[in-house]
């Protein structure tokens, strides 16, 4: 560990302890209010925030996108500086999807973004410092953002843009110290290997934190995750990635709550299955599992059944998702007004997690999932990871496993159940139902091969390290701890 290695006379260590960050993020879940601001004002502030500038976005033709157009070899949606993202065919042949092949429009943005919370004690109590922003993809305009989130393409200035608040203390070594660092992927079925680094700074210093900032306590994030569409998925992303195993909490008077706690915070529950079973489980199933992915010019994709118009690609089918165009203007933004393409989904998903008591610990029900975009084949993802209307009507795909379960539960097992939005910067109201769903005592215990209980222990521990959870799984994993 490289806590104090190296680190020169009056800056701060490196990085933290993981079992002391555990404690003191559980002293912080178990906060659920703060004097600096109350959980019930962040909806009116965020309302307020948008009240004081010019947001506008407005879908339009490709032909008025600025600075985009189709290749004429190719046909691919590139942006005139070579930067940002593109648009892009993308050829899959895979043995554990719905279909062996296929070719479909894929969005490929290869550099790294950052997502970055800063933290910091106040009145001894973990406090992270959220940002109201503006998505052009939002159903809602603003939503509770990173201190920072933003693409390389935005830090290095090519959109020529305002600077970035709070940037330097990511990026300066010494500057704060490390809580959390990894790189995690995004959407799989709609990125093509894409990865953000996910980051969690402490700070000593007060700051300047101006209108567009708040400080919270994870117990008052937690709290207004139970709300629909208040705390954007990039946030849900990096809060999740907060070590909780080593937390050692009190005994809880709730016994559901206690049986959150422990799953999240004691590494020595009793579990299904340790920590070289899961990896080598894992590691089996991206090993054996065929996922082929051969980057193709966009106009191929015709071959499948996407058409092209002026103002959008989409599916003969009338399923799957659109490319569309979008003009945006943003006040608070680096920039004051832009154009791009963006994703819109046709219907929503369903991301549902299944969880029960086994051996006396409360366990996950998660899958590994292989999906087109992803890096490493597969990674873990929740229970049920579909559009349900993809599975209804002629032509649409088999129920998944477990769908059914979901779908059918009693309101008193739905332990969690909200609607979160997607990232909005490239997915156009792009919006899914998040659900926990407790399990009768009979559900079976032994799942499909690829399908694995875990602790919320060893989900964290996981996270650690990149590309173990999809995305889906994260906000599902930080939804859970709001349970207790």
């Given at each position: 560990?490289?806590?104090?290695?190296?680190?020169?006379?009056?800056q701060?260590?490196?990085?933290?302890?993981?079992a002391?960050?555990?404690?003191r993020v559980?002293?912080s879940?178990r906060?659920?209010?703060?004097?600096?601001?109350?959980a019930?004002?962040?909806?009116?502030?965020l309302?307020?925030?948008?009240r004081?500038?010019?947001y506008?976005v407005t879908p339009?033709?490709?032909a008025?996108l600025?600075?985009w157009?189709?290749e004429e070899?190719?046909?691919?949606?590139?942006?005139?500086?070579?930067?940002?993202?593109?648009?892009e065919g993308l050829?899959?042949?895979a043995?554990?999807?719905p279909?062996p092949?296929w070719?479909?429009?894929?969005?490929?943005?290869?550099?790294?973004g950052?997502?970055g919370?800063?933290a910091?004690e106040?009145d001894?109590?973990?406090h992270?410092?959220m940002?109201a922003?503006?998505e052009?993809?939002?159903?809602?305009a603003?939503?509770?953002s990173?201190?920072?989130q933003?693409t390389r393409?935005?830090?290095?200035?090519?959109?020529?843009?305002?600077?970035?608040?709070f940037?330097?203390l990511?990026l300066?070594r010494?500057r704060s110290?490390?809580l959390?660092?990894?790189?995690?992927?995004?959407?799989a079925?709609?990125f093509?290997?894409?990865r953000?680094?996910?980051m969690?700074v402490e700070i000593?210093e007060d700051?300047d934190?101006?209108?567009?900032?708040?400080w919270l306590?994870?117990?008052q994030?937690?709290r207004?995750?139970?709300?629909?569409?208040?705390?954007?998925?990039?946030?849900?992303?990096?809060?999740?990635c907060?070590?909780t195993?080593?937390?050692?909490?009190e005994q809880?008077p709730d016994?559901a709550?206690a049986?959150v706690?422990?799953?999240?915070?004691?590494?020595?529950?009793?579990?299904v299955?340790?920590?070289?079973?899961?990896?080598?489980w894992?590691t089996g199933?991206?090993?054996?599992?065929e996922?082929?992915q051969?980057?193709?010019?966009?106009r191929?994709?015709a071959?499948d059944?996407?058409?092209?118009?002026?103002?959008?690609?989409g599916?003969d089918?009338?399923?799957r998702f659109?490319?569309?165009?979008?003009?945006?203007a943003?006040?608070?933004?680096?920039v004051?007004?832009?154009t791009?393409?963006?994703?819109?989904?046709?219907?929503p998903g369903?991301?549902?997690?299944?969880?029960k008591?086994?051996?006396?610990?409360?366990?996950a029900l998660?899958?590994a999932?292989?999906?087109?975009?992803?890096?490493n084949?597969a990674?873990?993802?929740p229970t049920?990871h579909?559009?349900?209307a993809d599975h209804?009507g002629?032509?649409?795909?088999?129920f998944?496993?477990?769908?059914?379960?979901v779908l059918?539960?009693?309101r008193?097992?739905?332990?969690?159940?909200a609607?979160?939005?997607?990232?909005g910067?490239?997915f156009?109201h792009a919006?899914?139902?998040?659900?926990v769903?407790?399990?009768?005592?009979d559900?079976p215990e032994?799942p499909p091969?690829d399908?694995?209980?875990?602790?919320?222990a060893?989900?964290t521990?996981l996270?650690?390290?990149?590309?173990?959870?999809?995305v889906e799984?994260?906000t599902l994993?930080?939804?859970a701890y709001?349970?207790?």
């Open positions: 560990m490289l806590t104090d290695l190296g680190t020169p006379a009056g701060v260590p490196l990085a933290a302890d993981r002391q960050t555990a404690r559980l002293k879940a906060t659920p209010e703060s004097a600096l601001m109350p019930d004002r962040v909806p009116p502030w309302a307020e925030q948008a004081r500038g010019e506008r339009v033709p490709f008025m600025r600075g157009d189709f070899s190719g046909g691919n949606l590139r942006h005139e500086s070579g930067r940002f993202f593109s648009v050829h899959v042949l043995d554990a999807l279909a092949g070719r479909q429009p894929i969005i490929v943005q290869p550099e790294v950052l997502l919370i800063v910091r106040i001894g109590v973990l992270f410092l940002q922003k503006m052009p993809g939002n159903v809602n603003f939503q509770l990173p201190t920072v933003a393409s935005n830090f290095t200035g090519v959109h020529r843009g305002r600077g970035i608040p940037l330097d990511f300066e010494g110290r490390v959390v660092d990894v790189l995690q992927s995004e959407q079925d709609w093509l290997a894409k953000n680094r996910n969690i000593d700051v934190t101006g209108e567009e900032f708040r306590t994870l117990g994030l937690l207004l995750l139970r709300r629909d569409n208040v705390v954007n998925m990039d946030s849900r992303s990096v809060l999740a907060l070590p195993a080593g937390g050692d909490p809880d016994p709550a049986a706690l422990r799953s999240f915070h004691d590494p020595a529950a009793p579990s299955n340790g920590m070289t079973d899961i990896h080598s894992l199933i991206r090993a054996l599992r996922l082929d051969r980057r193709v010019p966009l191929e994709v071959e059944g996407w058409r092209f118009s002026g103002t959008e690609i599916h089918s009338g399923r659109r490319v569309i165009g979008a003009d945006v943003a006040s608070n933004r680096e004051g007004s832009w791009q393409p963006m994703i819109q989904p046709q219907v369903l991301m549902a997690l299944i969880v008591r086994i051996r006396g610990t409360l366990h998660v899958q999932r292989v999906d087109v975009g992803h890096l084949v990674e873990l993802a049920v579909c559009r349900p209804v002629p032509g649409s795909e088999p998944p496993p477990y769908l059914m379960d059918t539960a009693p008193r097992r739905l332990r969690y159940d609607v979160q939005s997607e990232e910067g490239r156009y919006a899914n139902r998040y659900a769903v407790e399990a009768p005592d559900f032994q091969a399908y694995a209980w875990l602790t919320f060893q989900l521990e996270m650690a390290h990149g590309n173990y959870l999809n799984l994260r994993v930080v939804c709001a349970l207790h």
